[in-house]
């Protein structure tokens, strides 16, 4: 049998870096995804494939001793042979349409198809132990990992998140569009997460109150969701990446990106972790932006909320 497990990249529209620190963040699942296809093997190795290269290892390594761009798959693959009782190994190849290293969640909706794929693989598609996996596996290259892309790409749509809390679903008549800018500045999420917390520890008070500025500001955010106000979110947007320009993780040509296409939208910020990666602007179903799209030296991408999460398929 082949499985196929497909999985959403993700946009953060408010409360990345926060999120780390117990506090809100809301996200969305994206129309681009990272697929993976797993088979059983007659080998006693987990064979990986990518567009990152090729691994052949043996299912008893230790999952430490794995190449960093392999270890989440290894990991995954490796807990479910042991929780199968299975004496053979496994092939993996993973295929994404998302930016590596871009802030839309490349690497969570890769752990979350392989997850999902390899699961089913044993006949389990239960999404609370894929949405578990997923995240242990995560945590083998990025430990301080919220969870919340993980989550988003498990369920779809668009989500508040809590680390302790966990998610729930908004429920929103709107599709919600955007323009994604990609800076092509590939960014280390692991190195961003410490430089602000080394900011957090050194400007303790600041850092407090920019989490309860935060907080206000989801909670406006959330009620113009519900009415359909565009306008506002796009000015909580701008908001919100202000916030992020105060803990350090912009840089001038972010900045540069967002005063261009802010505005010709209703407001754009920073998604994930930052110092590079993509702006996402929120857009109008409609609106013509091929004036800037066709003109720009960056890559962009028109993306819409993705109400389905994670999928799985046999052939
Ligand atoms: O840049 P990304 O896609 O890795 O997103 C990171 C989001 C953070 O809030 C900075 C970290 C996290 O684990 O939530």
């Known amino acids: 049998m082949t499985s196929i497990a497909k999985a959403p990249g993700k946009i953060i529209l408010f409360g990345e870096h926060f999120v ?44 430490s001793n794995v190449e960093k761009k392999f270890r989440p798959f290894f990991y995954i693959a490796k807990q479910l042979i042991s929780k199968n009782g299975f004496d053979k190994g496994i092939s993996i190849k993973i295929e994404s349409e998302i930016p590596i290293g871009a802030g839309l969640g490349s690497s969570s909706a890769c752990c979350v198809a392989a997850a999902a794929s390899i699961s089913n693989l044993f006949g389990n598609t239960n999404e609370k132990e894929i949405l578990e996996l997923s995240i242990q596996a995560e945590k083998t290259i990025f430990p301080n990992s919220s969870g919340a892309d993980c989550t988003v790409s498990v369920h779809g749509g668009i989500i508040e998140y809590q680390k302790e809390k966990g998610f ?104 994930g972790a930052g110092d590079g990666g993509c702006v996402i602007a929120l857009t109008e179903e409609e609106s013509d932006l091929s004036e800037y799209t066709n003109t720009t030296k960056y890559q962009t991408y028109h993306v819409s909320i993705q109400k389905t999460g994670m999928q799985v398929f046999n052939s």
């Open 20 to 63: 780390v620190y117990e506090n809100r963040a809301i996200l969305g699942a994206i129309d681009k995804y990272a697929t993976v296809t797993s088979e059983k093997t007659n080998t006693d190795n987990i064979l990986i494939s990518s567009s990152l290269g090729q691994s052949s290892i043996k299912k008893d390594e230790e999952v």
């Open 168 to 271: 729930s679903k908004i429920n929103t008549k709107n599709k919600f569009n955007f323009l994604i800018i990609d800076s092509e500045q590939i960014h280390a999420t692991d190195k961003v997460v410490e430089r602000v917390k080394k900011f957090k520890n050194e400007n303790t008070n600041v850092f407090t109150e920019l989490c309860s500025e935060e907080e206000r500001l989801i909670t406006k955010a959330l009620e113009s969701m519900e009415n359909n106000d565009l306008k506002t979110i796009g000015k909580c947007m701008a908001q919100n990446q202000i916030f992020l320009e105060q803990i350090g993780v912009s840089n001038d040509e972010l900045l540069s990106i967002i005063e261009e296409i802010e505005m010709i939208t209703f407001g754009a910020k920073i998604t």
